[in-house]
């Protein structure tokens, strides 16, 4: 799992230069909890890399690969932070900069270790009349 600290930004979340946008439900999440630090995770495997350059992707350098036969892990510089990414065997190593991006529904947003829904489960069974 690839775990980068990050602070609150409008409309997302933040760490050195990169901004990661958050559903509203998050960011209304992340402003109404008490945490004292705050972190997105995403595995390696849901990281896509893009075969060439795209608006909406994050510039990484390429720092190492390692071809593990049937897939390769490739390691990462994102602005200072390493991250791991698992290509498919077939799939195209990038030289020297990759094109990223973390797809929402995988980017998970944890506050002080524990893993932060958009909805509360207490929220989400009172919003639908039935008793926590």
């Known amino acids: 799992m690839n775990l980068i600290e990050v602070q609150p930004q409008p409309g997302g979340v933040g760490f050195a230069s990169i901004h990661l946008p958050l559903s509203e439900a998050m960011q209304k999440r992340i402003v109404e909890s008490s945490w004292h630090t705050l972190k997105v995770g995403i595995r390696p495997e849901f990281i896509h890399v893009w075969d060439e350059p795209y608006d909406d992707a994050m510039r990484a350098q390429v720092v190492h690969v390692e071809d593990l036969g049937t897939y390769k892990i490739m390691t990462l510089n994102l602005d200072g932070v390493p991250l791991k990414v698992r290509l498919a065997e077939d799939k195209p190593v990038p030289e020297g900069t990759a094109y990223i991006s ?6 998970m947003v944890y506050a002080d270790e524990f893993l932060l829904e958009p909805q509360a489960i207490g929220e989400d069974l009172a919003n639908k009349g039935a008793q926590p």
Do not use: R
């Open 102 to 107: 973390f797809p929402a529904q995988w980017l």
